[in-house]
């Protein structure tokens, strides 16, 4: 079995028990679910802006454990300091060891910046879940859906008010556009074998449209890459690892932009 598969079946029953402990009508009775979103859309887009969606990342599959010592008030409050252009905060708990109390921790320490939650979404309930938790964006990966759930999901996060993310791996998955989807990403990591090449963004990034702001993901651990990219067309980068591997995550972002 490839992770991908592994780790949705294990997300479908987190997901279950999830349901049978909060409901969706006590999702929207969250003091947070009727807050306007920001938009990482138009951050992006500044001319001013650094493009960096910093990332809290304490684990993975292909890594293991990166960095479990740093909170993540301290870390997204540093980032933002550092000049980020977004956040993204992982909240899958089995593979990343992340959670959705780090999600709402990041959101109130940093109430004015886009806030990213980065999960791997196969059902409904999750796009309520995430408003109901602060974010203001949400990822909907190619991998993990049918054409259909992927339409749905994304209409009802615009409807939400949130913005989405559709990440991609390889051409085939660029059927999985639809028009609720605000950015695209690609992702230079194959979640099948994990291994990474930056230049799958550049292979994919003239066969997007246009209206969709595009951001390269994984990978990316010096500002060279990210000055390559920018020749492509790409706005956004998302960084996590990078940051996360050092004592001082804030730090590593901040002298990361600087070079920029």
Do not use: W
Not at 216 to 227: A, T, V
């Amino acid at each position: 079995m490839d992770i991908l598969k592994k780790i949705t079946e294990t997300k479908a029953g987190e997901v279950f028990r999830q349901k049978g402990e909060v409901t969706v009508e006590q999702l929207k009775m969250s003091r947070l679910f009727n807050r306007p979103c920001n938009s990482l859309k138009s951050s992006l887009l500044d001319l001013e802006s650094s493009g960096i969606i910093a990332e809290f990342k304490q684990r993975s599959p292909s890594a293991g454990a990166i960095n479990v010592v740093n909170k993540v008030e301290k870390v997204t409050m540093d980032y933002v300091n550092a000049g980020a252009a977004g956040l993204s905060v992982l909240t899958d708990s089995e593979y990343f060891g992340g959670s959705l109390d780090n999600l709402r921790k990041a959101r109130k320490t940093n109430p004015d910046i886009p806030l990213l939650r980065k999960d791997f979404i196969i059902d409904q309930y999750q796009v309520y879940e995430s408003k109901a938790s602060g974010a203001d964006v949400i990822l909907l990966i190619a991998a993990c859906l049918t054409k259909e759930k992927a339409e749905l999901f994304a209409k009802e996060a615009k409807s939400l008010g949130m913005e989405v993310i559709m990440e991609i791996h390889d051409s085939e998955e660029l059927c999985m556009l639809n028009d609720f989807i605000d950015i695209v990403g690609i992702n230079n990591r194959n979640l099948k074998s994990f291994k990474v090449d930056i230049d799958t963004s550049v292979k994919l990034s003239g066969q997007i449209s246009d209206k969709y702001v595009k951001i390269s993901e994984s990978g990316l651990s010096s500002p060279q890459d990210i000055k390559y990219l920018k020749k492509y067309g790409f706005r956004g980068f998302l960084i996590g690892e990078n940051f996360m591997r050092s004592s001082d995550p804030g730090l590593s972002c901040k002298l990361f932009i600087e070079k920029l």
